[in-house]
Every structure is written in structure tokens, then in C-alpha cells.
């Protein structure tokens, strides 16, 4: 009885997992780590095109990216290389492609405009400030209260990838859906893959290499299982986010699950999208657990290192 009622109340929350949620990115520093797979790479920002993953990538898809570009000329290469390496039959990917264009000139367009200026103020200094992107979010002044850096946030591989890191049980879902619509808080998670989107593009275009969203699910701290409404929201944007950002995600970690349901890793996978399944990991990760509150992987230098070693350990 006590392991069902705990699987009832931690697999809803595994599709946060799928969620880019958080607004907070930190800095990239120069490495030559893989944080996907381990492996060595050059890392450069004037790397040749023939010497650069996304390059070769490129020449592998030449022929379905060209012919998306011929539907949708507004979208950037990169963009529609990674729809060809998500639909890799023309009809499919003509179809996604086409869908996306309407929802970003129609129902989308405010999302994708504001977070574009978004982007663009964070990187004006040559840094990135974080309260501009923050600020910009569709309903930010009520939302912004219970998304924080204590219990969602991004921070940047050496290599350039994102991790996505958040822990559910920080957060009060319940008090913030009396705030918000399912509406509301469903474009406010759009644009921040939005947000996610054009930074990690940006990274691909400067140093080659094809990067991607690393999400790490803490489940920490779980005891019940989060608001049906808060719920909703996240099943809305995460139908979208494989058909409006195809070949972003990289690697889904859920972390530090309760001893007592690692019997049931099973029965949790089936409850992720056939994409998600096959890049999923159950792992530990004891230097996330340790921390109280997320907010030292931005303010303490020592904490962020250890964390993204034993990212980068997890994952190769």
C-alpha cells in the first residue's frame, strides 16, 4: 500500500521532466568536455565548417533541410536541421515545420517576439542578464513569485549544454495556480523554451558543436503529488514541445528517487513520450541531494563545479 501511494504521487511529477522551465542561465566557460557523452571536443568559436559537428550534420541533411528551407525560408538553418533530425521522413517534417510557422505567426507570435528581445537584452553586455529574460515572461509578476532560482533553474555545461535542474518539491503549485490560469502558465513555460531555444542555437552557430537541453528532475523532497491544475499546464506545454522544438532535449535524469520506488523505474518510463524514453536515466546524484535549495549552483562557485561533474559523470 505504501509503495503504490508512492508511486501515485511521485509519477505525476515526472513530467516535469520535459519541462523548460527555468529562466535562469548561467555563463558558458570555455571547455573541451562533453557533458552528453564524455568525450573529448574542440571547442572553439572559429572552428572551420568542415571540422564542426553541426557542419557534418548539416551534410547528412542537406536534402530535408533544403527542402524545408523551401516552406519556411524565416526559419534559421540550425532550426530546421533539427526538425529534419526529428522527422526524418520530408512529409512528417514538412507537416511539423508548417505547424510551428502557423503557431509562431499566430497564437505564438507575442511569446516568440518577447523572448527574442528578451535574449537580446540579456547578451547586450556581453554577460547575460537574467532579470531581463525574468521580466519579459508572459505573466511574470505572478508567476515569478514561486518560479525561483531556489527550486527551478538553468545553468551551462562547460561545453555549452543547458541543464534544466528543478526540484518539484520546492515549489507551491497549489497557491501559484490560485494566482494563474492553466492558460497563463502555459505560455509562460513556452517561453522559456523559447528562451532555451535561441540561446542554445546561438552556442551551436558560434562554436559548432550541437548542443542541447540536459534535464535533471530532483525528486528530493516529494511527498504528494502536485496541484491537477499545475498538472494541466505542463501536459499543455509539453505536447508542443517536441513538435515546436524538435532535436532540443538531450539526456532526462530523474534524480535521487526514493529507495522504495526504484523498484518501479518500470512502470514510471511508459509514462514518457517514445522520444523522451529513449534518452531517459534514473540515476543519483548526492551532490544535488546535499543542497538544500538550488540557489548555490549560481551564487557558490564550488557547488556548480561539483554538480556539473556529477552531471557529467551520470551521463557518459
Known amino acids: 500500500m505504501l ?3 508512492l508511486v501515485s504521487v ?3 511529477l515526472l513530467a516535469l521532466s520535459t519541462q ?8 558558458c566557460a570555455p571547455s573541451t568536455t562533453s557533458a552528453r557523452s564524455g568525450v573529448a571536443r574542440m571547442q572553439t568559436a572559429t572552428a572551420t565548417k568542415s571540422s564542426t559537428e553541426v557542419q557534418s550534420l548539416l551534410d547528412a541533411n542537406r536534402a530535408l533541410v533544403d527542402s524545408l528551407g523551401s516552406i519556411a525560408p524565416e526559419l534559421p538553418e540550425l532550426t530546421r536541421l533539427r526538425f529534419a533530425l526529428a522527422f526524418p521522413a520530408q512529409a512528417e517534417a514538412q507537416s511539423a515545420v508548417r505547424e510551428t510557422i502557423a503557431w509562431r505567426a499566430g497564437a505564438g507570435r507575442s511569446i516568440v517576439e518577447s523572448a527574442a528581445e528578451a535574449v537580446a537584452k540579456a547578451t547586450a553586455g556581453g554577460g547575460w542578464d537574467n532579470e531581463a529574460v525574468r521580466a519579459a515572461a508572459p505573466h511574470a509578476a505572478a508567476i515569478n513569485q514561486f518560479i525561483t532560482p531556489e527550486n527551478i533553474m538553468t545553468i551551462s555545461t562547460n561545453a555549452g549544454d543547458l541543464v534544466y535542474v528543478i526540484r518539484a518539491s520546492l515549489i507551491d503549485d497549489k497557491e501559484l495556480m490560485d494566482k494563474v490560469s492553466v492558460n497563463q502558465l502555459t505560455d509562460f513555460l513556452l517561453y522559456v523554451k523559447e528562451v ?3 540561446v542554445v542555437n546561438a552556442r551551436s552557430e558560434r562554436s559548432g558543436r550541437f548542443c542541447n537541453v540536459v534535464f535533471a528532475n530532483d525528486i528530493s523532497g516529494t511527498r504528494k503529488a502536485p496541484d491537477a491544475r499545475f498538472s494541466k499546464a505542463l501536459t499543455e506545454s509539453s505536447k508542443s514541445y517536441e513538435k515546436l522544438y524538435p532535436s532540443l532535449a538531450g539526456p532526462t535524469m530523474i534524480l535521487n528517487l526514493p529507495f522504495v520506488l526504484q523498484a518501479f523505474v518500470g512502470l514510471f518510463k511508459p509514462l514518457f513520450p517514445k522520444t523522451v524514453r529513449a534518452r531517459l536515466k534514473f540515476e543519483s546524484a548526492p551532490v544535488l541531494a546535499k543542497l538544500k535549495t538550488l540557489t548555490p549552483l549560481t551564487t557558490d562557485a564550488s557547488s556548480r563545479t561539483s554538480f556539473l561533474a556529477e552531471v557529467d559523470k551520470l551521463l557518459r
Not at 20 to 27: D, H, K, N, V
Open 20 to 27: 523548460s522551465t527555468a529562466l535562469r542561465i548561467g555563463a
Open 10 to 12: 511521485v509519477a505525476p
Open 196 to 198: 532555451h531555444s535561441l
Open 3 to 5: 509503495s503504490a501511494r
